[in-house]
């Protein structure tokens, strides 16, 4: 059974502060995917890597795939409170089926 | 377009009872799945579905049942309800890389 590993389970940051959250394997995948879900709604793709060592920017998120493809990270310049939410990362097998990690909980208070 | 919608949003069952949680997409993906979302353990997949008419077990199959007859639909059928069912069901269904989810249903089993 592939496990996903995510840290922390709880960050509680000030406004406009940087953070990383983790998300960690022993087991390699395909690919990774980062969503974000906010209370009372289902997850939402942030985005998707699938190349060792790859990294990919959305505005003020940085995401980075392990070289290994066993990890990754999720890194938030200048936290705004609309960051607020779960962040779960998913991995695939080289099929359509995904493992979820429990998810890092971000609270960015204003 | 609607995306992937769930009903119910909300459920309270007594212990043995029977119900259907519905899904539907109305973007003509083939690949549909069911989750669910306890704290602290991620999304867990029930079952899934590569198209009309076959479906496949996923991580925690027991005590849930699926059927596919057409694309849009994916319903999941808990046979006799057990207070450790109580959760958040999520359906998802898979546009190339991304998984498109539902905003869930939170069901209660007393």
């Known amino acids: 059974t592939q496990l996903l590993e995510q840290s922390p389970q709880f960050l509680s940051i000030q406004e406009g502060e940087n953070l990383t959250v983790y998300c960690n394997s022993s087991s390699v995948f395909s690919s990774l995917q980062w969503y974000r879900q906010e209370p009372g709604e289902g997850p939402v793709l942030l985005v998707t890597?699938?190349?060792?060592?790859e990294v990919k920017k959305l505005k003020r998120l940085t995401f980075q795939f392990g070289d290994a493809r066993k990890d990754s990270s999720l890194h938030i310049t200048a936290a705004q409170p609309g960051d607020t939410g779960l962040y779960l990362c998913?991995?695939?097998?080289?099929?359509?089926?995904?493992?979820f990690g429990p998810g890092t909980r971000l609270s960015v208070l204003p | 377009n609607a995306g992937v919608t769930q009903t119910p949003k909300f459920q309270v069952l007594k212990t043995g009872q029977s119900m259907t949680l519905q899904c539907a997409q109305d973007m003509n993906h083939e690949y549909m799945s069911w989750y669910r979302q306890d704290p602290g353990m991620g999304l867990r997949l029930i079952h899934y579905s590569v198209g009309a008419g076959i479906t496949d077990q996923g991580e925690v199959p027991n005590g849930y049942n699926v059927s596919r007859s057409t694309t849009e639909d994916f319903p999941l059928r808990l046979l006799s309800a057990a207070p450790s069912q109580t959760s958040v069901y999520f359906c998802?269904?898979?546009?190339?890389?991304?998984?498109?989810f539902g905003p869930g249903t939170r069901l209660t089993v007393t």
């Open positions: 890597v699938v190349t060792g060592g």
């Open positions: 998913a991995g695939a097998n080289y099929g359509q089926n995904f493992v």
């Open positions: 998802a269904s898979l546009g190339g890389a991304e998984q498109y």
